[in-house]
């Protein structure tokens, strides 16, 4: 597997146990990654992950159960509100997923919330 | 005086003008790409514009005019610029470069920032979970030499099921791999030196999220990345949590987006080339203006040898 491609795969397993809030045996992170990895896969993420300290496990029956480790996150979000805080101005180097939201726009993102879930609904399948 | 010297200034206002009509209409890569190209060549023109309109005021001063070899005298008899026009020229090209120079200063603080943010040993993945409440995702910096992070709230991911979850960070991803930051740099320091080309970041901004929207949507999926938006995107207007402002033009930023990525997507590239007609057309008056400023100064070195 190419390298892009793992960093991406190690990022949605860690987005994972973060979105589960609870410890999560190997088996059930591969159910919450979603998608068609393989459980070989899985357990090497969760290894790698845990060797650089971003996420912690405990012996639960014959699995270990891993949960991310919450501390020092502050450091890293109190760069990202420095960026956020330099003035009105949007920055260069930092592109955000709801730059432009207005507080009008309740109404129609309930709608257009709707018509994305009823997309799904009708199976929007992986084309583009 | 050679009037094509103002062309690169009516290109300044048609650009804006044309990227307003095509921001929305065109495929989002072909627009970023057209928009980060047009922007620093027509502002690099009226640079060259006023400095063609500016020279023969210093041109005057003895000292200069020593240097050069030629007879201050002559030149003012002869200059084909208003001093009064090259007085403003000036001005405007010392106010230019002040702005530029503050723009870098701000642009080097926030490349500091990011570089610290992704050196950091929580940093070791490039997706870094911060722990907030605020469901919020963010790109920092470019995916070069692996100094791309992608930084999410814990908050945004237990909102998201994990296709969303997948689509979002693949929107980020885009944003790194297509080298924004830099783009987005690019068009700061081209409004910074052409004040009139500022109304295109934000024409900038609003494609750069689209281009990043249609790369997700293509390997992940439509639906889940149009849910993933709106669901983030209702519990922050929720929680009133709302930069106002940010952009003047594009209000329903977001919402526009979901929209278009539902709708089916545009496939129109060739107008995008209208946009770098208008800097090219620009670059040849400037181009044109420079050569008459050079023969007027080759005229003046001769003058003075009469």
Known sequence: MERRAFGELEGQVLAALWAAGRPLVPAEVLGAVGGDLAYTTVMTILVRLHDKGLIERNKVGRAYAYRPVVAETEVVAGQVRKLLDRGHDRTAVLQGLLDGLSADDEDLLRELLARATGRRADGDGRSS | ?306
């Open chain 2, 1 to 306: 005086m050679n009037t094509v010297v103002f062309v690169p200034f009516g290109a300044s206002v048609l650009l804006v003008a044309l990227s307003r009509i095509l921001v929305t209409r065109l495929r989002p890569s072909a627009a970023a790409w057209a928009l980060s190209t047009a922007m620093p060549l027509v502002a690099l023109c009226t640079v060259g514009g006023l400095l063609v309109l500016a020279c023969p005021l210093p041109a005057r001063v003895p000292l200069v005019a020593a240097l050069g070899r030629w007879a201050p005298s002559a030149v003012a008899r002869h200059s084909p610029v208003a001093p009064l026009v090259s007085a403003l020229a000036l001005a405007a090209l010392t106010w230019s470069g002040c702005r530029l120079c503050r723009e870098v200063r701000a642009l080097v603080a926030e490349a500091r920032t990011v570089l610290g943010a992704s050196s950091l040993r929580r940093a070791a993945t490039e997706v870094i979970v911060v722990d907030d409440p605020v469901p919020q995702a963010h790109a920092l910096g470019v995916s070069v030499l692996g100094l791309g992070r992608i930084v999410v709230s814990s908050g945004l991911l237990r909102l998201l099921d994990a296709d969303e979850r997948a689509a979002v960070i693949a929107h980020e991803h885009a944003h790194l791999d297509q080298h924004h930051a830099v783009l987005a740099s690019a068009s700061r320091l081209s409004a910074a030196l052409n004040p009139l080309l500022a109304p295109i970041r934000d024409d900038l901004g609003y494609v750069l999220e689209r281009s990043a929207d249609e790369a997700a949507a293509a390997t992940t999926s439509r639906g889940a990345l149009a849910s993933g938006i709106a669901k983030a995107a209702l519990a922050t207007v929720q929680t009133a949590r709302v930069a106002g402002g940010a952009f003047a033009l594009h209000r329903q930023a977001v919402a526009d987006r979901v929209a278009a990525l539902l709708a089916e997507p545009t496939e129109r590239t060739r107008a995008a080339w209208v946009l770098v007609a208008v800097a090219v057309v620009a670059a040849a008056a400037v181009g044109w203006a420079l050569h008459d400023t050079e023969r007027f100064f080759e005229a003046a070195r001769l003058w003075s040898r009469r």
